[in-house]
């Protein structure tokens, strides 16, 4: 059975850091492009960050770029979501996802093949 799980989330003051973390189980991801997504409350689920099976291309939302870094450990099979400066409005339900492409994972949010079941983040203001 194929698994996406989330972890690293939580409460925290606005400029304030937090670590997500995606452990995938069932196969291996080495040769997957893997990301993050983020739904808040009333809205729709947006990208975060992608990025490509050997970590060479790697994608931002605007929203997010020079705060947040996407990392990932293969052998691991764990990707990462280094977030910084955190601000309010990135309170939102946060989703590891697995796809072909990193591109296409940046371009829309049905390209993912497999998701996590979510982890909160909170940022207070």
């Known amino acids: 059975q194929v698994q996406l799980v989330e972890s690293g989330g939580g409460l925290v003051q606005a400029g304030g850091s937090l670590r997500l973390s995606c452990a995938a189980s069932?196969?291996?991801?080495?040769?997957?492009?893997m990301g993050w997504f983020r739904q808040a409350p009333g809205k729709e689920r947006e990208f975060v960050a992608a990025?490509?099976?050997?970590?060479?291309?790697?994608y931002y939302a605007d929203s997010v770029k020079g705060r947040f870094t996407i990392s990932r450990d293969n052998a691991k099979n764990t990707v990462y979501l280094q977030m910084n400066s955190l601000k309010p409005e990135d309170t939102a339900v946060y989703y590891c996802?697995?796809?072909?492409?990193?591109?296409?994972?940046?371009?829309?949010?049905?390209?993912?093949?497999?998701w996590g079941q979510g982890t909160q983040v909170s940022v207070s203001s």
């Open positions: 996802a697995a796809a072909s492409l990193a591109s296409r994972m940046a371009a829309t949010t049905t390209a993912p093949k497999y």
């Open positions: 069932g196969r291996t991801f080495s040769n997957d492009a």
């Open positions: 990025i490509s099976w050997s970590g060479a291309s790697i």
